[in-house]
């Protein structure tokens, strides 16, 4: 065994094993069409591709800026791997820990049927932090972006710098407990290449302890000023393979539920009632940050909802499809502190 | 010579000269992007951009913008027209891309009897200060839709960053006047001229991102039913990044606040995009954009087809927000491609045939 060392090295392995992977599910028509994602034309960016031809296999990638959760293709508001001879195709995800669980996690609300996908497994080395590596360039154009070691150097015209990748990785990757997608025994054929049993999940939430720490004032305050530059583009909403509502409550219109404007106020709710249903069922993959053309981080709101569930229902969402999400369910035994006391 | 020159340490000073007199937008960057801003501190412009996330097209078109506001008096209906579409504006620093956008902006909104009172006489009152683009961006392509990074269309005083100080170039009547105020900047000499233009012609030679849209235009004209349009759609995640953020698009939906218990209420219009799934939708159910492929192909359609068939141009302007902008890469260099492509199959066809 030869030790692995830095980035490109560690990517090139991933991707020849997913090629390999790919290419034997094609041949021996296990599945229709594969999901992956494909070389971007910008430094930073790959792009989602679906493939159904051995000789497309090539052009499958893996690399540090996988961003997008592909499960989102899954679910789109018109279905779509359909053939009108076939009926429903047979579909290869590219998956990563985050797009795995989001794909286990969509069966158990039943918008997907794990009998007719095929999970890739991807052992995720994480995602950059591509908007914090943006900001801190500034007003300069980044031409190419390569690894080093461990490092993501960055260069432009007349300018160059390494950035450690253990620092400015996405915040979710760094705290990511669930790499490889997880296992699920009742489905033994559900998946090739990485995937692992997790027991129970054991997180500290560490990371969003400077938040919690705010006085309420201060945290209304972050939150719309984190919030304060959206141009509600819904590129967040459009990203999370949870968001598959065909009408959003955001886009009622008869009569329109809530306001549409960028003030304030209207910021708030759609982000804030998107957030409640988001509990339970986020799968922490940031792609709603990450596609976010403002760069807003709406990771602490993601992580403050994980934890909740975490301590409440002791539920970690995407590892069994079989059990349902706490907000689809009811025990006897549920927290009800909010109940106001029979005496 | 009637170049001027401004040093860029003194942008304070033209600031506080004018500041009375005209509400001053300029770059400034808030969360990490630069936008438009209101400047209510000259320390606040940003001098050193690229251009701006948000286009200027905002200040004269912002996403929200109240047309006007009413009360009721007893069971009538009193309408408070608003008073500050008079205030005079300065927009400082515009791109040249985004300077002929305004351009396009004026054919919409001015477009046969529908005149926008609201957006033409913001458009009457705004001053634009363009400058030149030294350095454009891979991405950038303003020399394929007619214009180019030293364009003064639109613009009313032009600016070339010349290191420490900008020349300063006169270019109607509106920046006569402006320019006229600041009697303190000093005359330019030839040489200042003449790096100007050699500025001019290296950015020129910079572009990487060339495209040939005439040949564009007519393809889409004969291939509204081609079936790579579904290719297009495949990876879109049908957000609106790309239309939010392009200073040409201008498309609102009108909408009635009203505030019963307060017996008053707004009109307002917010920005609408092709690519949300109620644009376009009718009040019986039906939408004739229903899918990802309708709406991709509409936002293209409408830039390269509708506007030079409607108004003689291209609907685009260049600036390559679009393409950094598309969450999936997706961009429009790559649809540009395969909208050639399929020329290039027909050529090939031919030529076997």
Known sequence: MVMIVGLEEENKEIESNMRELARGLLKEKKVDVIIGYKKGTLPMMSQPIIIDKEEDVDKLLWNNTCYVNLAKYLVPRVAKFVDPEKGNLKVGVVAKGCVGRALIHLASENRINLDEITIIGIPCNGVINRQRIEMEIGEKEILEVTASGNNIVVKGKNFEKEFPFDEYMNELCKQCKIRSPPLVSKFPDLHVGAC?????????????????????????????DALSVCTRCYACREACPMCYCNLCFVDQNKPIWFGKTTDMPDIIVYHLIRAMHMAGRCVACGACSLVCPMGIDLNFINRKLEKIVKQRFDFTSGLDPDTLPPMTDFKMEDAEEFMLEED | MDEKLLKKSDISKLFNE?????????????????????????????????????????VLFPQKETIFEYHYEGKDVIIDERKDLEDKLLIFGVRPCDAYSFKLLEDFFAFGEFQDDVFLKKRENATIIGIGCNEPRQSCFCTSVGGHPY???STDVFLSDLGDYYLVETITEKGKDLVKKLSWLTDAKKGDVEKSKALAKQAEESFTTKFNFDLVTKVLDENFENPVWEEIAESCIGCSSCTFLC??????????????????????????????????????????????????????????????????????VGCGRCIVACPVNNELRLIIDKILEIEQKEEGEKANA
């Open chain 1, 196 to 224: 692992e049993e997790y027991a129970s999940i054991v997180d500290e939430f560490d990371d969003i302890a400077e938040f919690e720490a705010k006085s309420p004032e201060e945290k209304w305050a972050y939150i719309q």
């Open chain 2, 18 to 58: 004018v500041k009375d007199e005209y509400n001053f937008y300029a770059p400034k960057k808030v969360r990490g992007n630069i936008s438009f801003e209101l400047i209510s501190d000259a320390k606040e412009i940003e001098l050193d951009y690229l251009n701006s996330k948000v286009p200027p097209k905002d």
């Open chain 2, 151 to 153: 364009q003064k269309e």
């Open chain 2, 247 to 316: 200073p040409t698009c201008t498309c609102f939906d009108v909408i009635d606040e009203n505030d019963e218990y307060n017996h008053r209420g707004r009109r307002i219009r917010i920005w609408d995009t092709c690519q949300s799934c109620l644009y376009t939708l009718e009040t019986s159910g039906h939408n004739p954009r229903p899918e990802k492929i309708q709406r991709c192909r509409n936002r293209i359609m409408h830039k390269f087809s509708y506007y030079p068939s409607n108004y003689d141009r291209l609907g685009c």
